[in-house]
């Protein structure tokens, strides 16, 4: 069964900072590979995905990820935030064929001015 | 086109009560999930349902139903209300065929045990 760990409940940063949150996950199949974030009194909106082709990723507003099958990970990145930033962010994987994605416990990024 | 619409957004109940909670897909998916947020827990899987069948079920009581009808719109119920029931629920959408696991999420449904 596939599992995905964030490591860091929380990080805090300065705006302008750069910033990387970290997602493994365990799986023996091939997978697709998920970042969504969350804002306050919001659902979850996809950020970006990784379904097959180049490993890199990027979303629309600055981040990206890059999967890693050898290490199991697929760590999240912007080289400079924005207080606008400040939100939880969610690891998901999902396993070739399978409906439902596992999640992860989320990673709560805090921007201070 | 439309994002993931759920009803209420938020509501207050005692325990004891029942609660019925509403979710509309996006136009033309055909899956409806439904997730249980809390800050202890994080997100968990509820149930699925794909064309009125329920196709995947987590692990929660039995006080936890839902059923989708013909036009893809899903309720769940709540029944028996306990406090620990006080969450954020969440509903996603997808086209439930050839899945990549990719989901749209609705703003949630918060609710409030006393």
């Known amino acids: 069964a596939q599992s995905v760990t964030q490591l860091d409940s929380q990080v805090p940063v300065f705006e302008e900072a750069p910033v990387e949150l970290r997602c493994n996950y365990s799986s023996s199949v091939s997978v697709y590979l998920f970042w969504y974030v969350q804002y306050p009194n919001q659902g979850l909106q996809l950020l970006l995905k990784y379904l097959s082709g180049s490993t890199l990723v990027e979303s629309i507003n600055g981040f990206e990820a890059e999967f890693n099958k050898s290490q199991t990970s697929f760590h999240l990145r912007k080289p400079s935030v924005h207080i606008s930033d400040t939100a939880e962010y969610f690891c998901?994987?999902?396993?070739?064929?399978?409906?439902?994605?596992?999640f992860g416990r989320g990673t709560s990024l805090i921007v201070h001015p | 086109k439309a994002g993931v619409t759920q009803t209420p957004r938020y509501l207050i109940k005692t325990r004891g009560q029942q609660v019925t909670l509403s979710c509309s897909p996006i136009s033309g998916h055909r899956s409806v999930s439904w997730y249980q947020q809390t800050p202890g827990q994080g997100l968990q899987f509820l149930f699925e349902y794909f064309s009125e069948t329920q196709r995947n079920k987590g692990n929660f009581p039995g006080r936890f139903s839902g059923r989708q009808f013909s036009n893809s719109r899903s309720e769940m119920n709540v029944s028996t209300l306990e406090l620990g029931d006080s969450a954020l629920y969440l509903c996603?959408?997808?086209?439930?065929?050839?899945?990549?696991?990719?989901?749209?999420f609705g703003e949630g449904s918060r609710l409030t045990v006393l």
């Open positions: 998901a994987v999902s396993e070739g064929g399978s409906y439902i994605p596992t």
């Open positions: 996603a959408s997808s086209l439930g065929r050839a899945s990549t696991g990719e989901l749209f």
